[in-house]
């Protein structure tokens, strides 16, 4: 979509809901620069993994590092907009981002990398939940939110498909850190149009601060993602991650024990008592853990394990990522015209049918063209469930409570874009340092060779080994590494299929029968 037809398409939305032109705009710019900043660190996979050397799970925690803040925090940078307003959220966290690209940027290792990713992370964590609430504010009715929705996530995914060009630019022609120093100078950007367009909004009411729900679901959330990060590398029996299993459990429950008691509870639960609430939450958790999921196996097949340019890296990307911006007028109308339901399911059949197909690509299939209707499906599987899960969560509840709604489908979104990561990491990791071994154990060659490979393998696992220079003892191995890495992503894509369909079967028949609330103006 040309900028003019972006531009068009704004001025519509906001002459059809009265929605401050400038705040649509600021939102939309945020949105942007939040996502460019998750999916920038995928194309960039196989650089980290030549110039930092990671070993084991710390590939998995570059991604993580700036997803974790943004799951744990979403619903208390909610809260917080809507208590102290909104446009302070927004300069804030455009602030926020920037510092932390700047420490990435010039990050000496990979511990450093981590600490500026979460700290640009802490940024985009009040950004995603505070753009959302301030354009739904500014509506006035379901069919006005539907438009404002599927611009709001047109410009989410803008930001996905630039991350990509921008990553597979800046490594192929400079360095990894010029991609960081691009959205540090974006992030300044969207500061200052945030002050200078954004009009501020709050909805304080009956709205404060829930310091044991946030504990307890930051605990918790951090607990549970460490556990199945660290499982692969650590050993799933080992006494860290067990403990931090545990931990999990009991925070989570501790979570839910907290909000029932709470005066102001950080998420009401009776919300999950709205059967098309509860599913959508559902969904947006599966769903997207399936897309992120889907992702993070691409950018690990092209990069560290095929070795292929961020470049040609970054096409793969833009199949999954810029055809929602493509489909944005047709994802408006269908909202507008089907029940969000249908729409939804049909974006995860198409999710589930792409992964399926990638799931039996060869790893030494190395042409792109193989990879355009596995991912082309995936992108406008995702399309259709971004825009139609947002709609849902939010058109079902009643407009007091529209900012939490809007803070909780975003953090179980993110959520979602969390896990994806973590649990194909470890399935795929786990599953191809198993067959790694025994292949290596069988394998013909030299005992030289078997012995160097596999202390290699001991510290970094076969990516590690696969990465060596071919000329070195332990390269002897790397074929069978590269084997066992196909076959640890290709079922990480099954997982993600798998996931995909059982979201669909669960919008089939969990609202079957439901329909939408009928459209009601909403006070502006």
Not at 147 to 160: E, P, Q, R, Y
Request: net charge positive; glycine share 10%; hydrophobic share 55%.
């Amino acid at each position: 979509m040309s900028a003019t037809t972006r531009t068009s398409s704004s001025s519509d939305a906001t002459a059809s809901t009265g929605l401050a032109a400038g705040t649509l705009i600021a939102c939309c710019l945020v949105v942007c620069l939040a996502q460019i900043g998750v999916a920038v660190p995928a194309t960039l996979n196989g650089l980290f993994q030549e110039s930092l050397h990671p070993i084991g799970s710390q590939l998995t925690w570059i991604s993580d590092a700036f997803l974790l803040p943004i799951s744990v925090l979403e619903l208390t940078f909610g809260v917080l907009g809507d208590l102290f307003g909104r446009k302070r959220l927004l300069i804030g966290g455009t602030l926020l981002m920037a510092a932390g690209e700047t420490v990435s940027a010039t990050a000496g290792g990979v511990h450093m990398l981590w600490a500026g990713q979460a700290l640009a992370g802490l940024g985009a964590a009040a950004l995603f939940p505070t753009s959302l609430a301030m354009i739904v504010a500014g509506t006035r009715s379901h069919g006005d939110r539907a438009k404002v929705i599927a611009l709001w996530a047109a410009f989410l995914s803008t930001g996905g498909a630039l991350a990509p060009v921008l990553g597979g630019l800046t490594g192929n022609y400079g360095s990894w850190r010029w991609s960081f120093v691009v959205v540090a100078i974006l992030a300044l950007i969207g500061a200052a149009v945030s002050r200078l367009l954004a009009h501020d909004s709050s909805s304080p009411q009956g709205r404060s601060l829930d310091i044991g729900g946030q504990i307890t679901i930051g605990a918790g959330l951090f607990a549970l993602l460490y556990a199945v990060i660290q499982g692969p590398t650590d050993g799933w029996g080992s006494p860290p991650v067990v403990v931090a299993f545990v931990l999990a459990a009991v925070f989570l429950a501790l979570f839910v024990v907290a909000e029932q008691r709470a005066a102001s509870p950080l998420l009401r639960l009776d919300l999950f008592t709205n059967r098309a609430f509860a599913v959508a939450s559902v969904v947006a958790v599966v769903g997207m853990f399936s897309f992120l999921g889907t992702a993070y196996a691409t950018s690990i097949r092209l990069g560290p394990i095929q070795h292929q340019s961020p470049l040609r890296t970054s096409v793969a990307f833009l199949l999954l990522n810029g055809l929602t911006l493509l489909l944005t007028p047709l994802t408006s109308r269908l909202l507008a015209r089907l029940p969000a339901r249908r729409l939804l399911a049909l974006g995860l059949i198409l999710i589930a049918a792409g992964d399926f197909l990638a799931a039996t690509l060869s790893v030494d299939d190395r042409a792109l063209t193989s990879l355009v209707l596995p991912l082309g499906l995936v992108g406008v599987g995702f399309a259709f469930t971004v825009s139609s899960i947002t709609a849902t969560a939010v058109n079902t509840v009643p407009t007091s409570l529209e900012g939490m709604a809007s803070a909780t489908a975003n953090q179980l979104r993110d959520f979602g874009f969390t896990l994806g990561p973590a649990v194909i990491g470890a399935i795929a990791l786990s599953q191809a340092a198993a067959r790694f071994n025994t292949a290596l154990a069988h394998s013909a060659l030299p005992v030289a060779a078997k012995s160097a490979a596999g202390a290699v393998a001991s510290a970094g696992g076969p990516l590690a080994v696969n990465s060596v220079p071919a000329a070195s003892p332990p390269g002897a191995a790397a074929p069978l590494a590269a084997q066992a890495l196909g076959h640890g992503f290709s079922l990480g894509y099954l997982v993600c299929g798998c996931a995909a369909l059982a979201a669909c079967l669960l919008v089939a028949l969990a609202l079957r029968g439901h329909h939408a609330q009928p459209e009601q103006p909403v006070a502006g």
